[in-house]
T-cell receptor, first 111, second 114 residues
């Protein structure tokens, strides 16, 4: 079992749809959870950063962490074609180090 | 604010050759990371520097990979000799040391080993 797993996609949705992206993990020591967006031929950029369990909202994006189930989610409301990218979850047990990334989910939002 | 700079952007070499990548982090960022991203996978951390000291190099294949960060600013990653399985994008990232440990990634160097 890989340490961090994601639905591989690709995922195609119509513009305006609500998108749910998910990751599961096996290491119960993970405490810091991140979501990155990576456009083709670009480096990842941080979207959301959460600590421990709970929800965090930023504009159209909501991140949820359920440590008891070892499950994290990213929701995108009112999805736009510009949201088309690969979404990577990442997590770490320690502040600022030992980051582990998931393999990514490719999302296409169709106009 | 200028982002993380990397060069070259693309490199094609034959197996057993050597190659070097360069990274210039965002000014003032104490922490620098090198990642390897194989096609279809997430980035894998190779090495993390805090200023010019190594924090984590547990996943760096030290028999062929080396990295240095002179004067706590620029960094180079070297592969010698390269293998076919080293074909990947090599990403450099940097971050401040502080309450928000946001990593800023460069565009990456795409390496193809033939």
């Amino acid at each position: 079992q890989k340490e961090v797993e994601q639905d591989p996609g690709p995922l195609s949705v119509p513009e305006g749809a609500i998108v749910s992206l998910n990751c599961t993990y096996s290491n119960s020591a993970f405490q810091y959870f991140m979501w990155y967006r990576q456009y083709s031929r670009k480096g990842p950029e941080l979207l959301m950063y959460t600590y421990s369990s709970g929800n965090k909202e930023d504009g159209r994006f909501t991140a949820q962490v359920d440590k008891s189930s070892k499950y994290i989610s990213l929701f995108i409301r009112d999805s736009q074609p510009s949201d088309s990218a690969t979404y990577l979850c990442a997590m770490s047990p320690n502040y600022g180090q030992n980051f582990v990334f998931g393999p990514g989910t490719r999302l296409s939002v169709l106009p | 604010e200028a982002g993380v700079a990397q060069s070259p952007r693309y490199k094609i070499i034959e197996k057993r050759q050597s190659v070097a990548f360069w990274c210039n982090p965002i000014s003032g960022h104490a922490t620098l990371y090198w990642y390897q991203q194989i096609l279809g996978q997430g980035p894998k951390l190779l090495i993390q520097f805090q200023n010019n000291g190594v924090v984590d190099d547990s996943q760096l294949p030290k028999d062929r990979f080396s990295a240095e960060r002179l004067k706590g600013v620029d960094s180079t990653l070297k592969i010698q000799p390269a293998k076919l399985e080293d074909s990947a994008v090599y990403l450099c990232a940097s971050s401040l040391v502080g309450p928000q440990e946001t990593q800023y990634f460069g565009p990456g160097t795409r390496l193809l080993v033939l």
